[in-house]
């Protein structure tokens, strides 16, 4: 055990916008990506650092607990706090070859855009829809009054082809969010709006790559990306994940040279586990090294209950080669096809003539609508409120499904997301449930559905979206209808 | 000249809907491609058919204006009228190899959609800025009470993912619209709801294409398409126009296996021709005969000023080749994102699969207010209005242009469209010239910039839209700008 590690890095900014706690986090994350800090280092303990700097302990925690979830930081009970086992500097010595993985509080529970698309649903989604916000918490009232105002603001001027790129206010906002919310410093020209998460990639394939490029996805992954970058002449290249994200080292094995790898860090999509920060940093390393881009689709980063959200990995991409997706479709609505892309600011330009080609922009009307909402401060509200219901609701189903049906699911813990995880006891296939319950009216996806090919050995799971049930008894119900589909073990 | 025709199949339906100038458009163009009319064969008199019918003479007239215009017929002068000489039936026995041509009234002009995407447009479209409809006769106090009314309305299951293909409601105004105004029979399945022009064309690319085919376009032409095509991997084939629209036969020469071919009918752009109808069976007998596809992108077919709209390509579509491609931007305006496309039923669920693979649906809330703006009758209003106040703009602006530039330009006679096209005179440089318009704030197009090739021979033309023209003062003062651009001869 070395000697605590000097912390001259964390002199604050008591001028700065940025609360303390996130201060002190974004040094120590820095410290560790520059080498300041090594694995094994010992970090002050909560209470010292706490006194040192003149701030309250709790301060000095919710920096810790942020670092711990995204695995900078270790505990190690009596011995104190240390610098996680299996993090190397970035372009760093390379003095630990075998990136072991920190142990990273395994994390959140993603949702599955596209499976909601469905056109025939009827007053609502169904039970268990996956992608769909809790529609019954929208603040339709406030969204009517900004709506109407936009329409009745509207100048010739706005009746043009609106900018390929997005309306400047609708960027700005964008950029403000997210440097706020997601810990992602980008310029508004970074910002390119677009018609859904979808729109988006098509975009990528079409400024970045070429026909018979090689692309990691993720395996199990989501299915649409895999079928989106297929159709676009892309080679897929399924590189699994485990409990720590994609493998980055298998990724490397399959396909070195490949030019993109699309991930979803915060939440795995179905695996909902988080990227940690030894794999976050081998991949940066690798794209950097390569000239590879990569996505970052970032559908519910969002929604985390068990500590604060994690900063995008956008944040850490000192390369320049993180395209970082998201969407309105999760936090607002998806009826509103209304997205975005940051790119690095060298490539913002190639972005805005793609776009103009190949799209001629979003509807003004909705992005004025949404600049809005952001700008007078209901959209960060509503995302505040949002993770509160989130977190009672994935309660709620969590017990009223357990009640019903313990013997036959177990619920795996997640610290986030909008879809509950559930692993089917025994020998039964998730695809064969997954598909009655839909033919019952119910929605469901099995995990063997997100799978690039059939693969022996991958426990039979089963994704359930918790955010439109709002009881317990709703989820029981539900429970025993799927109770009575389940065949006696 | 042989006797005259039968005209047994002339029976008249007084219950059917459609008026009766219609009605008798309608048989006699099929009696034309039938075979049933054959080049040559005389028809009755207009008022010797009024006098058989028990109809006005003026009913007739309507008829056979329409037919003349689209080159079925032709007057002989006191020899009476003919079916027009190019004329083939499509299948037929090919009685006429050499398919003349008929001398048709060439036809209106057009909007240039994708060159009017200026993102920088300040406070209003530029002077002569094409594609834009005149913004200031836009009923926004209607608009914006039924975007209000619709954004009220809204229930959560409008909150989620839109049907890929467009709402049930939308889709079913559109088909009842190009019903009524464009003679083209379809069903609302048919009909693809799409974000604009470009997203139609990249479904059709996605569709029923692949990289590396061959698709004829015109040239001159318009450039989004060509750029749009080849980026999606297309090999361009330039197809040469001239007063007839797009010359068929060269196309089978130049690439008699193309996949499928991209056509303005109704006004040609740039050069603001009409395909005529031997033309128009000759493109559509090609495309059965190979199983290519065509395009018909009818950007402005309702503004026709000299006689009714014709009606479209798709309509005479019997082997299932063509796909319909019209738009909002131009009747309503741009910022809305809103587009269609008609396809054959037999590729309905094709269209829809790779709109729900692609794209996610457009945004629900504009779907509703067009839906909405449709069924009241404000669209049909809203075009019949803008049809009169475009042909008095029309007038004022070659006015108004032609009272200080006729020694420098001439404006060529059109019957439609959004826009004026203006022959140089002397051997002055159209580029040179749209180039000094532009920088000076002007928006002009100029016919050498729609090439796909430099070629010498070919006229030096400017395109100038005229919808944002109010006064004929407003055109001299633009006039007086460009005559200040101008070299002297």
């Known amino acids: 055990m070395k000697p605590t590690a000097p912390h001259a890095f964390l002199t604050l900014n008591p001028a700065a916008g940025e609360p303390y706690y996130r201060q002190i986090y974004g040094r120590l994350r820095t410290a560790v990506a520059d080498g300041l800090l090594k694995p094994g280092d010992r970090i002050p303990s909560a209470r010292a650092l706490a006194a040192e700097l003149g701030l309250a302990r709790g301060t000095v925690e919710s920096a810790y607990s942020l670092l711990a979830a995204e695995g900078y930081i270790e505990s190690r009970g009596q ?3 240390v610098v996680a086992a299996g993090l190397r500097a970035r372009h760093g010595a390379g003095d630990e070859p075998e990136a072991a993985g920190a142990p990273v509080t395994v994390a959140p529970y993603d949702a599955d855009a596209a499976s909601a698309a469905d056109p025939d649903a009827p007053s609502g989604p169904r039970p268990f829809q996956m992608g769909i916000p809790a ?39 964008i950029a403000r969010y997210l440097q706020l919310s997601r810990g992602l410093c980008c310029t508004p020209e970074q910002v390119i709006v677009t018609a859904g998460y979808r729109d988006s990639l098509n975009l990528v394939t079409r400024a970045l790559l070429k026909t018979g490029d090689k692309v990691w996805v993720e395996d199990p992954g989501y299915p649409p990306t895999g079928a989106l970058l297929r159709e676009a002449g892309m080679q897929l290249v399924g590189v699994p994940v485990d409990d720590d994200g994609l493998q980055v080292a298998q990724g490397v094995k399959l396909a070195p040279r490949a030019r993109a790898a699309v991930v979803t860090p915060a939440h795995q999509s179905p695996m909902s586990v988080a990227l940690s920060l030894p794999r976050r940093l081998e991949l940066l390393d690798w794209a950097a090294r390569n000239k590879a881009w990569i996505v970052e689709d970032d559908y519910d980063g969002e929604y985390r209950y068990v500590s604060r959200p994690l900063p995008a990995l956008k944040s850490l991409d000192r390369d ?18 209304l997205a975005y892309l940051v790119v690095p600011l060298s490539q913002a330009a190639r972005f805005e003539e793609t776009a103009r080609h190949f799209s001629g922009g979003c509807p003004a009307l909705t992005q004025a609508i949404v600049a809005a909402f952001m700008a007078e401060g209901h959209f960060a509200r509503h995302i505040q409120r949002m993770r509160r219901l989130y977190g009672e609701r994935r309660e709620l189903a969590a017990a009223g499904l357990g009640s019903v049906l313990s013997d036959y699911l177990q619920i795996e813990p997640r610290p986030g997301g909008m879809h509950l995880l559930l692993r089917l006891r025994g020998r039964r296939s998730d695809r064969a449930l997954a598909e009655k319950m839909r033919q019952d009216g119910m929605f469901s996806r099995a995990l063997s559905e997100c799978l690039l090919a059939p693969r022996a050995g991958q426990p039979a799971m089963l994704m359930l979206s918790f955010t439109n049930i709002d009881t317990r008894r709703k989820a029981q119900e539900l429970a025993r209808r799927i109770l009575a589909l389940l065949p006696p073990a």
């Open 79 to 81: 011995a104190g706090t």
């Open 320 to 337: 320049d080669r993180v395209l970082y997706a998201g969407t309105f479709s999760k936090v607002l609505f998806p009826a509103i096809r």
């Open 135 to 173: 529609l019954d918490a929208f603040p339709r009232k406030i969204w009517a009054r900004l709506a109407a105002r936009a329409v009745r603001a509207t100048r010739p001027a706005d009746m043009l082809y609106p900018p390929p790129a997005g309306l400047a206010t609708l960027r700005a906002e």
